[in-house]
């Protein structure tokens, strides 16, 4: 199950993901926002990195206008690592090398053909593991430090 949140910014391309996760049949939950009034970012990314987080859901994709703000956001709960990506490389990237649980797209930013081959890289990649599992556990590492 997918966890999507987006402010207005992201608002419109999160529904045209919405609809490619549809026609792929892959179940997703809508965190919001769910019109096109001003809302802050952080209160749509906490939602779904929170859920992700605390091992809810596997996987989510956060949308704003740049994708700058939900990336720094989902990025301060741990075991997230939320990828800010501009293109298909980096999609398919985030998941083989940093194996990103949730995927971060600017809706400013990409057009709809490249979000949906993004979004479409990145859920069909596969984390290779080996020294990226090494470099993910000294994250990991930090995580647990800063915690103390
Ligand atoms: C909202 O105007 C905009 O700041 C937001 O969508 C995002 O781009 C922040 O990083």
Not at 65 to 83: C, D, E, L, Q, Y
Not at 90 to 116: P, S
Not at 139 to 146: D, F, G, K, V
Request: charged share 25%; with cysteine; aromatic share 6%.
């Amino acid at each position: 199950m997918i966890l999507v949140g987006s402010d207005h910014g992201g608002l419109e391309l999160k529904e045209a993901i919405k609809r490619l996760l549809s026609e792929r049949g892959i179940a997703f939950e809508d965190c919001g926002t769910d019109n096109g009034n001003s809302v802050d970012y952080p209160d749509f990314g906490i939602k779904v990195a929170r859920r992700v987080s605390a091992g809810e859901a596997e996987k989510g994709i956060l949308f704003c206008g740049t994708g700058i703000g939900m990336s720094i956001v989902a990025n301060k709960f741990p075991k997230v690592r939320a990828a800010l990506a501009a293109d298909p490389f980096m999609a398919r990237m985030a998941k083989e090398h940093n194996n990103a649980n949730i995927l971060v797209l600017g809706g400013r930013v990409l057009d709809e053909a490249t979000a949906r081959e993004m979004v479409c890289t990145w859920l069909d990649a596969v984390f290779e593991g080996g020294r990226h599992q090494g470099r993910l556990d000294k994250i990991t590492a930090l995580e647990t430090e800063l915690m103390k």
